[in-house]
């Protein structure tokens, strides 16, 4: 690529040592920003020209943006997050990091703090990875906001047809084993559902794995449900087309990747109506459901895995409408062609404004 400059600072040394705590609260953020600005204001007094800004990241509703104010059209995001944990489940998230517990000052920060409310209310346009993210803003008054996932997909594989598959009816969920995220909920849900020809595979790695496994172990569950740890990328598409349904109960996911992920592989979904899962799917390739308590949930999750395992039929048109979403809502290409639409629009916005 041509015509690009690159301007990057080193992050302060020993700021990066804690994963998890970094990952949240990115210390190195602070001289960034006042780097950032600092660049940005000398470049304008030096005469350069912007047409301009766009800060994709951090996607966390946190961070300032050190374009703010400064005369330039700014584009925001995509930006995501600060969903709160459903009273019914606080109890079961315990044992997280105490650090965790900071993301309950995203709601008062976007409230009352003046740098934070500046970016938002200055920005031209807004994009939030998921609808709710318009319900996070809800007090901050913008001037443009659209959704826009984070993520996308470069191109999707042939469609997938399922209507010969014998049974057991086979179930995938993909993901981190946080409790957030639902395995266990998945797994409590197994134990409704006995009199079904249905196996599960859960594939992926964290710190719920023991909880996993001891629910598996008490249910007696061994033989319908497998736990396949961490695989690599690479391996994924033959999980997913060895599958008939994926379930993903995540009840404060703020994206939708692994949701467009499934829906690549003609999967019909059940996932909680909340976050980005809810957001990515349509009704008509999901069952979304509410989300109350864990009891509640488990029951609910086996209700959509009995209905979509006894009609094959309702199971293929899900698939099939899934395959057809995905391909008209993530693709990298459709976005690209959005996004050059509302640089467009606000460059033309600012240079009509500037001519009055």
């Known amino acids: 690529m041509t015509g690009i400059r690159v301007i990057e600072w080193r992050e302060p040394p020993l700021l990066g040592r804690a994963e998890r705590l970094n990952s949240l609260m990115k ?19 030096r005469g350069e020209r ?5 800060q994709p ?16 059209p700014l584009i925001i995001g995509p930006v995501g997050g600060g969903l709160s944990t459903p009273a019914g489940f606080a109890a079961d998230e315990a044992s997280s990091p105490w650090f965790m517990k900071l993301r309950h ?34 007090g ?11 993520t996308g997909l470069d191109g999707i594989p042939a469609p997938i047809d399922r209507s010969a598959r014998p ?3 086979k179930l995938i969920y993909v993901g981190r084993l946080v409790r957030t995220k639902g395995a266990r909920d998945i797994i409590r849900s197994m134990n409704l559902i006995r009199d079904l ?53 995540s009840y404060r996911e703020p994206g939708g990747n692994v949701a467009l992920e ?36 488990a029951i609910d999750i086996a209700a959509a895995i009995r209905k979509l395992t006894v009609d094959q039929d309702l199971r293929n048109r899900m698939g099939a409408a899934a395959y057809a979403h995905v391909g008209q809502t993530a693709l990298w290409s459709a976005k690209l062609d959005r996004m050059d639409a509302i640089y467009a629009d606000l460059i033309n916005a600012s240079q009509r404004a500037g001519a009055l």
């Open 57 to 72: 990241v951090p996607v966390a509703m946190r961070y300032p943006s050190p374009a703010a104010k400064l005369g330039l």
């Open 197 to 249: 020809p249905v196996e599960l595979d859960i594939v992926g790695e964290g710190p719920e794995r023991s909880e996993c496994e001891r629910l598996i172990a008490e249910l007696h569950l061994g033989d319908r449900v497998r736990l396949h740890g961490w695989r690599r990328k690479e391996e994924l598409p033959e999980l997913y087309r060895k599958a008939d349904i994926f379930v993903f109960p």
């Open 27 to 45: 210390p190195g953020y602070v001289p960034f920003y006042i780097r950032a600005r600092r660049w940005l204001i000398s470049a304008l007094e």
């Open 167 to 169: 049974n057991p009816v």
């Open 262 to 297: 499934a829906m690549a592989f003609s999967l019909p979904l059940i996932v909680v109506d909340r976050g980005g899962p809810g957001s990515a799917v349509s009704s008509g390739c999901a069952i979304k459901l509410q989300v109350t308590t864990p009891d509640a949930l």
């Open 105 to 138: 000052l995203d709601r008062m920060r976007l409230r009352w703090d003046p740098l934070l409310r500046a970016s938002f209310q200055s920005a031209d346009c807004v994009l939030g990875i998921a609808s709710y993210v318009r319900e996070q803003l809800a």
């Open 140 to 150: 901050v008054p913008l001037q443009r906001f659209e959704v826009m996932s984070e």
């Open 50 to 54: 912007f047409d301009i800004v766009h």
